[in-house]
């Protein structure tokens, strides 16, 4: 919201003047005259405060500057949801973010599984990364029950049909095996991003996950960060998104 004060916040009539539309004399008159509004709301003291989130008009033209892009590599803790907003009142990605602007999740991950997810504010570029087309790698850890004989792996690689529709090819490796618990820890990439899509594959050839992790999206994983924490791409990552995405 806008308002009289705030660290990342400029005056109103020197976002009018920046943004091009008239001098800041004159956007000073204007804002008196009663013609700027913010957020819907006329706005005549001079002095007020805006962030870059709040729309502003001139006599109906919206100036609001364009948001800058943001594009956050966050490490996600378990019992958290991919979800900007939650009725429920559980603990949202957004929650650990400090961003001013509108970022929300690119694709998503249970509220039990843990690891990389990506947020940004470049639409453009998230549904690009989202379109099952684009055949983004992602490479999933998953502890599960019981120990995968060859065909159940070879099963999970070549595809299953799940929700009336055949998986495409999986890479799939153990990592290690529990003979006394009874569990594996299975690597598997896929390159689709279906609902609960890594839980429904394992449960079709009869092992359930008992946990879940993204360890790495393209050519992006974990390192550096702890459950939690996050990080802003390089531009270079980003480049290097947009060039995998426009292939
Ligand atoms: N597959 C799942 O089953 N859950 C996730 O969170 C991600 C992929």
Do not use: W
């Not at 650990?96 to 929300?104: A, P």
């Not at 429904?200 to 879940?212: Q, R, S, T």
Request: charged fraction near 35%; aromatic fraction near 6%; include cysteine.
């Amino acid at each position: 919201m806008f308002s009289k004060c705030g660290d990342e916040m400029e005056r109103l009539q020197k976002v009018i003047a920046n943004s091009g539309y008239c001098s800041r004399r004159k956007a000073e008159e204007e804002i008196k005259k009663g013609h700027v509004t913010v957020n819907g709301k006329i706005v005549v003291e001079l002095g007020t405060k805006v962030e870059g989130t709040d729309v502003i008009e001139v006599n109906g033209t919206v100036i609001r500057k364009e948001e800058q892009k943001e594009y956050i590599l966050f490490y996600k803790p378990r019992e958290v949801i991919t979800s900007v907003h939650d009725d429920k009142g559980r603990t949202t990605v957004l929650d650990y973010i400090d961003s001013k602007v509108r970022i929300y999740p690119v694709g998503r991950l249970d509220y039990d599984t843990t690891g990389l997810l990506l947020l940004t504010n470049d639409g453009e570029l998230a549904n690009l990364l989202m379109h099952p087309k684009t055949e983004i790698e992602k490479v999933y850890v998953a502890k599960v029950r019981g120990i995968l004989t060859g065909t159940e792996i070879n099963k999970l690689k070549n595809g299953i049909v799940i929700d009336g529709r055949k998986t495409s090819r999986a890479k799939v490796k153990v990592r290690k095996i529990d003979k006394k618990s009874q569990t594996s820890i299975i690597e598997i990439t896929i390159h689709e991003g279906r609902n609960h899509q890594v839980k429904k594959m394992f449960e079709h050839v009869g092992h359930e996950v008992l946990k879940l992790k993204r360890e790495r999206f393209a050519f992006l994983d974990l390192k550096g960060l702890h459950s939690g924490e996050y990080r802003y791409l390089s531009i270079k990552e980003i480049k290097k998104l947009y060039a995998l995405v426009n292939k």
